[in-house]
């Protein structure tokens, strides 16, 4: 906690008064830059600025957006420097913005002052953070303050954990307005193609060098409803860490070799505390969560298996991590045509306590971890900032994604790129149904 002064509640600007549509924070780091640029290139008229340490930097990214051919009013976009380390220089980050939108990790070294001042000035917050634990000792430091001011915040708003979570609201979605059930299982795979950076790398070797150590606390915080008691909603992450096939029933596709996802674990996490947080199912609601990806064969299956176990093992051996580390240093990542040429396609399927069946497949066009995280983030902030009145709940706290955003964000994200098509399969034994 800082030892700022910051205003009273009844003080604070109203949201609709603010200056800034948005604030992008982190825009001179990989992802970041990746951001600023979806947003001058898609929002010539938004009210913007971006924020970082560095005024060289940002100097340099505000002429990089203005020689863009495509982007138009970039020499509206106002540069505030701010020092997430030094409190002080936050104000100015929160006080006139409708939202942060923030790339600046690993978020437990640069996003816990920012996360406390937007909920201290009633200000919406997205971040592209896959660190949970760290998102959990947010909630329990600030929900209740964010409650009181109206400030939405909204964490893991990229490549994690979007995809998934949306996923698994729209199968909860179908099963219980076009079913009449509830969901049981939720099965997602995944086709994907994509690259590391160097910012990945070091959020990655954080954690696995202990720097960040998370603190107890009486309940898992994602079990925390918004007036402060348990959820009684159970999910059970039962993705396998081995090879192994899909379900034999599952997309019309037939049998195919999976492997892990890396972040198979986080995606869980999330699940969990969207379906804790559900209108969509009814209290102590227990559901079974299991991701993997596809591959065409088992000789991919085994190579892309040997290749991420040896990966981890170099991270984790001090003799092979610092060789690693220098290879993709912090701003390093994905070339052009590789983010390009990236994309990901989540499968998903969702079975319901009576026996419905439901599937959901969601397109993302380009690298996921990046190009696509970019805009999935840039696109929740602006959510949050512009769509006030689509959003599923009012006022502010904690949420996900899909609990806090819904329908609204997948709307964004498919009139911007995406692809997302949805069947019903079975209503309690009843026939097929075509697709929507």
């Known amino acids: 906690m800082t030892q700022e002064t910051f205003p009273a509640t009844e003080d604070l600007k109203p949201i609709q008064d603010r200056k800034y549509d948005a604030v992008l924070l982190g825009c001179t780091g990989f992802t970041g830059r990746l951001a600023a640029i979806h947003l001058a290139k898609t929002y010539p008229n938004l009210s913007w600025a971006i924020a970082g340490r560095s005024q060289a930097k940002l100097d340099k990214l505000k002429k990089e957006l203005e020689d863009m051919p495509d982007v138009d009013n970039a020499s509206k976009i106002v540069m505030l420097v701010v020092d997430t380390s030094k409190p002080s220089t936050i104000h100015k980050l929160v006080d006139d913005a409708k939202v942060v939108i923030t790339t600046a990790g690993p978020f437990c070294k640069y996003g816990s002052n920012v996360v406390e001042f937007c909920a201290r000035y009633g200000t919406n917050y997205v971040d592209i953070t896959g660190e949970t634990d760290w998102n959990k000792e947010m ?17 893991l708003c990229g490549n994690d954990c979007i995809p998934w979570d949306l996923t698994y609201y729209k199968l909860a979605q179908m099963l219980k307005e076009e079913c009449e059930d509830s969901v049981e299982t939720v099965r997602c795979y995944d086709d994907l193609k994509g690259g590391v950076s160097g910012g990945t790398l070091a959020t990655m070797m954080t954690f696995i060098n202990g720097e960040y150590k998370a603190p107890r606390f009486g309940f898992d915080p994602y079990y925390k409803k918004r007036d402060g008691s348990k959820s009684t909603n159970r999910a059970k992450n039962l993705s396998s860490q081995l090879i192994g096939q899909t ?8 049998q195919k070799w999976t492997t892990p996802f890396v972040m198979s674990d986080v995606n869980a996490e999330v699940v969990k505390h969207s379906h804790a947080l559900s209108d969509n199912v009814n209290d102590g609601q227990k559901i079974t969560y299991s991701e993997a990806v596809v591959h065409s064969g088992f000789k991919e299956a ?16 001090p003799i092979t991590a610092a060789p690693v580390k220098k290879m993709l240093p912090p701003g390093a990542g994905p070339s052009e045509k590789q983010l390009k040429h990236g994309y990901l396609l989540v499968s998903g399927v969702g079975e319901g306590v009576k026996g419905s069946k439901v599937e959901t497949e969601f397109y993302f066009p380009s690298d996921p971890g990046y190009k696509d995280t970019a805009r999935m983030v840039t696109e929740a902030g602006l959510c949050l900032a512009l769509d006030s009145d689509k959003l599923p ?4 706290g904690f949420f996900t994604p899909s609990t806090g955003m819904g329908d609204a964000l997948l709307d964004r994200l498919c009139k911007t790129g995406c692809k997302f098509a949805s069947r019903v399969v079975k209503v309690q034994g009843g026939k097929l149904q075509s697709k929507l």
């Not at 909630?139 to 964490?155: L, V």
């Open 302 to 317: 085994f190579m892309t298996f040997f290749g991420t176990t040896v990966g981890f093992t170099a991270m984790l051996n």
């Open 247 to 254: 379900h034999a029933d599952d997309l019309d596709k037939g």
């Open 139 to 155: 909630i329990m430091k600030w929900d209740e303050k964010a409650q009181e001011t109206g400030a939405k915040i909204i964490s």
């Open 393 to 396: 709940v009012q006022g502010g």
